[in-house]
């Protein structure tokens, strides 16, 4: 059971559709202090001409038609930001082009606060982008020219009006690296808080709750308190979440184990909303959350064994915040 809802947008929803295409195994090149292969420039990527700042539009000019066998990429401009490895949720501008036309596919803007965040992974994200970002560093402007194995290959993407078969041209500035875990500093539950949480060393929780009756407000504690960006209502969050059941002690939905993910505080249940808004990415909160603002206004979650007077309690690591205003 997600209660959270989708946010990306159509278009750029696409590019992480793993497995819709093959991919293939391209030449590699050591990145930085080698402790991280990525995929080496070529004839093709180096002949895109890319002029502009990292974090300002770019003005982009491609020799069309151009086509690889394999995906190329080229470090336009260089950061010294954190290292993009494999499972990072990475904050990216794009612009994505049809290679076979030159003509602009779909982009995300640049310096508009609009980046989208991707999983460097395939399974999960197009080949074609992680191959672009990884082993890059925040700060990074990169070019790539994606095979279309790496791409959308032989069904090719009507919306961005790349036919079967066509390579596709990316101009990436890599923003940031989320963290996958709150790294604020820590600090002890209230005293009288009626329960515990430990955690293990990737960070996920175990609640163990009190022998008492559940408050019957909103209760809101923090085991760490982070120093970025406070989260205001109606932002886009990232976080890592576990949800206990009052009543039973079970978890009832988590997203360690499976990767942070991404929401509208205006998109979940009252209470887990209003117990991010006025917090700091980089904090921890744990939320008590009577029925009223939870899941009894729906009549509880079957789905999730909630019934529709259960308090339920949640811990949130929260990682990152977008506004979307």
């Not at 079967?164 to 963290?179: G, K, L, P, T, Y």
């Not at 293990?200 to 909103?218: K, Q, S, W």
């Not at 002690?249 to 991404?262: K, N, V, Y």
């Not at 909303?273 to 939320?287: E, K, P, R, T």
Request: some cysteine.
């Amino acid at each position: 059971m997600r209660f959270a809802v989708p946010i990306l947008s159509l278009s750029v929803g696409a590019l992480v559709l793993a497995g819709c295409t093959a991919t293939t195994t391209d030449t590699e090149t050591s990145t930085g202090d080698g402790s991280c292969v990525g995929v080496a420039s070529g004839s093709a990527s180096d002949a895109i001409s890319v002029v502009g700042n990292f974090g300002e539009e770019p003005t982009v000019t491609i020799d069309s038609p151009v086509s690889v066998d394999a995906t190329e990429r080229t470090i336009v401009s260089e950061g010294d930001g954190d290292l993009v490895e494999s499972g990072s949720l990475a904050l990216l501008d794009f612009t994505l082009y049809n290679a076979a036309t030159g003509e602009l596919a779909t982009s995300t803007g640049f310096g508009t606060g609009q980046s989208i965040q991707l999983t460097v992974d395939e399974a999960v994200t197009l080949a074609g982008i992680v191959k672009t970002v990884e082993c890059a560093h925040v700060g990074d402007r990169i070019a790539s020219v994606v095979s279309s194995e790496d791409a959308f290959g032989d069904s090719g993407y009507a919306d961005f009006g790349i036919e079967a078969d066509d390579s596709v041209i990316f101009v990436v500035d890599v923003v940031d690296v989320v963290a996958t875990a709150a790294d604020g500093e820590e600090q002890d539950l209230p005293e009288d808080f009626p329960l515990s949480v430990e955690f293990d060393e990737d960070g996920r929780p175990t609640v163990t709750i009190a022998d008492e009756d559940a408050p019957d407000e909103l209760t809101i504690a923090l085991t760490r308190v982070g120093d970025g960006t406070v989260v205001a209502a109606g932002d886009t969050v990232t976080v890592q979440y576990q949800g206990i059941n009052w009543r039973t002690g079970e978890i009832f939905d988590e997203s360690w184990g499976s990767g942070p993910t991404s929401f509208s505080t205006e998109g979940v249940i009252e209470g887990f909303g209003d117990a991010l808004v006025g917090q700091a990415v980089g904090s921890q909160v744990v939320v008590i959350i009577p029925a009223d603002l939870g899941y009894g206004p729906s009549g509880g979650n079957d789905s999730a064994g909630i019934e529709e007077d259960d308090t339920i309690v949640f811990v949130v690591d929260i990682l990152a915040t977008q506004s979307v205003s």
